[in-house]
């Protein structure tokens, strides 16, 4: 269950020890324990599934049962230091909202997302079919997600909302995408923040 | 893993405290005793010990049952035991009746040492802080320096986060269930109409009524009525009762026709029949009065800076007593503070007695959390 993600890594390197962060959509709080583990970090986890509640207080770590489309009203401004979203922003229908509120709460906000222009998600619709991939497990009928966007259509977001892209990795099936990663990778993880 | 098991026959004890206490109404008891009852074993180094607190009709007799009196069974049964999400095979349970109780702890229906008769309404006015000076001294008397963790429900809720506040290096965890950092107006406002309901009974006699060999049943009774309808929800009730009729039919007459009326009325009855008004009373107050931010201009963040324990809250949906939002309030003045604090909000019909009753989903948050907790192990 608690298997490190290859994700996590990357996402540890840009948070400095001892620093507070806020993972929404935190799951069985794996990132979380990670982070304290390595980092020190204060770490805090949104999750709305009860059973991911229950697991994330297994595994040690503080859990808010939060709506996520709720917004983050209850938290204060620049409170956090890392504001972590992992490959849940596809699930979520206010994409700008959420993007404001983890840039109002966090002096920086880390997201990961499945790309869905990534080649083999490409080559199922040139055949006639929705992706369907270790990243987008789901059948059109029945998956979570609500935002189906590219590498290239989030960063055109970012700049059309004045959100700074500090760093960007593309990941092909948990390997680092070192060109176009809008074609070949699979997943993105961006660290953004705002102008100062 | 074991099937859940009852802690079986308890004995509940008594403690004398000779000390005077001096409470936040400015009154004083000279002398007092606190009835209390113990689940599981303490462990060598005192590091497993759970203070249980109640809520306004509990008791010390949180778990089990009395070997004379089989079918009393403890209020928190399904929560403490072996096997269950307090498990006494860890941990050592402690229950308190809280002082100003009917239930064998000192309060209204006790002796005063002073006159000989009964307190009846001379009992001073106590706090959840006083409550909780109370249960320190019993903790001393225990030998327990730190509780592994203070939890309740509720009133009782309300006992956990003052603990953390009035002695923050004594408790490692507290678990603050259905609560609030304070009553809203509206809270109080029905504690209002149940107090008068007592008050304004031609049998209180201004709170003397054993002197006059009566009780005031008839306040008791609206009392609990009113209290009831605001433990449960609107759909619960629906669902529980509906519109059912107790003929089948209309039949005209004040007589419990409807269901919901039926069960108010046997509800209200059974409560007089065993609880004390003054006691009744007193805690009502002491609902109303809590209020940890009040001396730090309603800053509830500033007054939880104290605090030093691990916190997990718990909140239920349907739950307009204490709402979720009354726990949020907590949480993120607990967040301010850069404490460890987890929160769960459980999706339940039931209401406020939510916090009574046995959820797999609340139960199992319970587990997990209590579960981490570390303690050292039986030798």
């Known amino acids: 269950m608690s298997k490190l993600r290859y994700d996590f890594q990357a996402i540890a390197e840009w948070i400095g020890e001892g620093e507070t962060v806020l993972d929404l959509g935190c799951g069985d709080g794996s990132l979380l324990r990670h982070l304290a583990d390595t980092r020190g970090v204060l770490g805090y986890g949104v999750e709305a599934d009860p059973e991911n509640v229950k697991a994330s207080i297994r595994n040690g770590i503080n859990v808010l049962q939060i709506d996520l489309e709720r917004g983050l009203a209850g938290f204060e401004d620049g409170f956090f230091d890392h504001v972590v979203m992992s490959f849940s922003l596809q699930a979520i229908h206010n994409t700008i909202g959420i993007l404001t509120e983890m840039l109002r709460v966090g002096h920086e906000a880390v997201v990961s997302f499945p790309n869905f222009a990534y080649w083999r998600h490409r080559q199922a619709i040139l055949n006639g079919h929705m992706p369907v991939s270790e990243n987008l497990p789901h059948q059109w009928y029945n998956t979570p997600n609500v935002r189906f966007f590219t590498i290239a259509d989030f960063e055109d977001l970012c700049a059309m909302n004045s959100i700074v892209i500090r760093d960007a990795i593309g990941f092909d099936e948990g390997v680092r995408v070192r060109e176009e990663p809008n074609f070949l990778a699979s997943v993105g993880l961006f660290r953004l923040g705002r102008e100062h | ?379």
Not at chain 2, 265 to 281: H, I, M, P, S, V
Request: proline share 4%; with cysteine.
């Open chain 2, 1 to 379: 893993m074991t099937q859940p098991q009852s802690v079986g026959v308890v004995t509940p004890r008594t403690q004398r405290f000779i000390e005077p206490l001096l409470l936040t109404s400015g009154g004083r008891l000279e002398e007092y005793e606190l009835v209390y009852e113990t689940y599981g074993e303490l462990n060598a180094d005192r590091s497993n010990a759970v203070l249980v607190c109640h809520a306004l009709s509990g008791s010390h007799h949180v778990a089990g049952y009395y070997a004379d009196a089989p079918d009393n069974v403890g209020w928190w049964d399904n929560l403490v035991g072996p096997g269950k999400p307090l498990d006494t095979r860890k941990f050592f349970v402690i229950g308190v009746n809280n002082l100003g109780g009917c239930y064998g702890s000192t309060g209204p229906t006790s002796i005063d040492p002073a006159t000989g008769k009964s307190y009846g309404a001379s009992f001073p006015f106590v706090t959840v802080e006083d409550w909780v000076a109370s249960q320190a001294r019993l903790a001393d008397v225990l030998g327990i320096q730190r509780f592994a963790a203070v939890v309740g429900g509720s009133l009782g809720g309300m006992q956990a986060l003052s603990w953390t506040l009035q002695y923050p290096n004594r408790v490692a965890n507290a678990a603050v269930i259905a609560a609030a950092p304070k009553l809203s107006a509206e809270n109080i406002a029905f504690n209002e109409v149940a107090r008068q309901a007592i008050l304004t009974d031609p049998d209180y006699h201004d709170g003397d009524y054993t002197a006059h060999g009566v009780v005031p049943e008839r306040g008791l009774r609206l009392a609990r009525m009113v209290g009831h309808i605001t433990y449960l929800s609107d759909d619960a009730m629906a669902e529980k009762f509906g519109r059912s009729l107790r003929h089948g039919k209309q039949v005209f007459s004040y007589e419990a026709e409807f269901e919901i009326e039926s069960y108010l009325r046997y509800q209200g009855k059974k409560f007089a029949g065993y609880f004390d008004a003054n006691t009744y009373l007193l805690t009502t107050k002491a609902l109303d009065y809590f209020d940890p931010a009040f001396e730090y201009g309603g800053n509830l963040s500033a007054a939880l800076s104290r605090a030093q324990a691990e916190f997990l809250v718990v909140s239920f949906s349907t739950d307009w007593r204490f709402p979720p939002e009354r726990s949020h309030d907590i949480v993120q003045a607990l967040l301010h503070n850069r404490r460890s604090v987890s929160y769960a909000e459980i999706d339940s019909a039931a209401g406020h007695d939510s916090f009574l009753l046995n959820d797999a989903i609340y139960h199992g948050v319970l587990s997990a959390y209590f579960d981490r907790i570390k303690v050292t192990a039986h030798v």
